[in-house]
């Protein structure tokens, strides 16, 4: 591992900002580590974890002598974010993200910017149950995917600042993926946005329901719905964001969701067996596709503690 | 452990009956175990794994002499084991099942019943993500809920044969409730059956998209959608039947389901942010009411392998 930048400074630090503050420093791979947040609890938390050599209310000031700016603010936030820095950002710095949305994030962040930084999108898929800075990993990265969308082509330099990004995320651990940002927001609003809203829609339902009681809901919540609770437990201002940030990729596939889900009602509705058993053989070659590529074990044990109908 | 059954016959024996006969056998609760299932292919791995005293094609012939038999097929194969062994089920005889469903099955149970003959339908909440008797664990019920909803209220002998197979349970490790067979459909339609309808939804909904490969959903799955992949590779059989057999309460839940979901995305279109930021943090309140009630481990670690947005 060798050191790829002299001073990262990093805008948000929760989950994800403090656990890419957990790796860099673990791997060498950047110098000095400067911290900012908008919230000053956060910064307490950074300090008394002793996670940043420099830890400023300021984004301004902590940018100062950068060569790689990290936003990992909740995406509706990084445009405001980057206005109050953009301008003390140096020419020659790489300037990211790691939110879920890279069409209005990219842009966002490519209409502040000064001449002569390199914006380059990034959005590492790895997550976990619980948000802020105490719950970041060193090892989050490890193994997962980060997808980067780089804006600009046929610019040597830019494409030489990607390579670098793209080898700081290899020594974090991570697979990077380029992709069209445009493309990306759309698979993710499959892959993750979609079920995040599913999830919080079911929670939300099921809570509001007059003939079956919260308590009962979380007492026999092992049939499948607790998978349900442990996605719609996310943190709300980063979702809240998420959904307003990429509301046409989303709506266009809820859309696509609602009309099969209809279907599937009128099949149960009308006692169409077939119809189900043919959908329901179908989704298994999914999860053993998933399997197959290593994205989970398949041990039988795994799927212990999932419960059933 | 005692011995509180002389000889169990169970029909059907996938997961859940070659579960119940590991459990059963290893607390010692029955004495003679008698296995029968409508595939030769099943009842060929049952004797390979040794696992009943008596194995055989014929569910008259299963029954005969048993005190204690255990319908655990799919739901809507329940009525014909029934007619195919009810004359041969004896007098004093305690009939239970397994499935996820009560009403429909109950009903077909105590139609084919003979005089003298306790019909008391059962429900292991407990699973895992496998099928087929090689699927089975002696250690699936434990700490599980048992739903058991007796029909007849009044009768002493009919109390007691409750009280016996509430306490065969107990042995198996499960913490059994009583409860009304319409308002267990109804629990069971929101904890478990809407989610696994949507799990399957989801999924062929990603699988049907033209401009996202299934590739795509499977490699950046770990965003939310792996985990919906897993509980749609539950048993096509199985579930088909849970859909057809609980269709009133399942519909009922999913038009509620709906109808929030169409008020979330009409939020998500006009940009309320305010409303999405409400639902996601009640939701959460369930999640830590699941974890209270010790229903899931709260370990940051758990949720590791989540992944997110």
Same mark, same amino acid.
């Given at each position: 591992m060798s050191q790829l930048y002299k001073r990262m400074a990093v805008i948000g630090c929760g989950l994800i900002g403090s656990s890419v503050v957990r790796a860099a420093r673990e791997k060498g791979c950047v110098g000095e580590i400067v911290v900012t947040d908008a919230s000053e609890a956060v910064l307490e938390r950074v300090r008394a974890l002793g996670l940043a050599d420099v830890v400023t209310t300021s984004p301004a000031e902590a940018v100062k002598g950068a060569d790689l700016v990290v936003f990992a603010t909740p995406v509706m936030a990084v445009a405001g974010a980057m206005k109050a820095c953009a301008r003390a950002i140096e020419p020659g710095a790489t300037v990211t993200d790691v939110g879920s949305v890279k069409g209005a994030v990219a842009e966002a962040l490519t209409a502040a910017a000064p001449d002569g930084v390199f914006v380059i999108p990034g959005h590492p898929i790895a997550g976990a149950e619980h948000s802020g800075p105490? =719950?970041? $990993?060193? &090892? $989050?990265?490890?193994g997962r995917w980060v997808i980067l969308t780089p804006?600009?082509?046929?610019d040597p330099a830019y494409a030489a600042a990607t390579e670098k990004l793209t080898s700081f995320w290899q020594q974090l651990g991570a697979q990077v993926e380029i992709m069209d940002e445009k493309h990306h927001d759309l698979v993710l609003a499959v892959t993750s946005h979609l079920p995040h809203l599913i999830a919080y829609n079911i929670v939300g339902t099921a809570a509001d $329901? &007059?003939?079956?009681t919260e308590a009962e809901v979380m007492k026999y919540s =092992?049939?499948?719905?607790r998978d349900f609770t442990r996605i719609a437990a996310s943190d709300p201002t980063m979702w809240r964001d998420i959904f307003l940030a990429n509301k046409d990729a989303v709506l266009e596939i809820l859309g696509r969701f609602t009309e099969d889900l209809q279907a599937l009602s009128r099949a149960i509705r009308w006692g169409e067996g077939d119809k189900l058993h043919e959908l329901f053989t179908r989704t298994r070659e999914i999860r053993r596709g998933i399997i197959a590529l290593g994205q &989970?074990? =398949? &041990?039988p044990n795994f799927g212990r503690d999932r419960g059933k109908h």
């Open positions: 105490d =719950a970041g $990993l060193a &090892e $989050l990265f490890e804006r600009e082509a046929g $329901l &007059e003939q079956v =092992a049939g499948g719905f &989970e074990s =398949a &041990e």
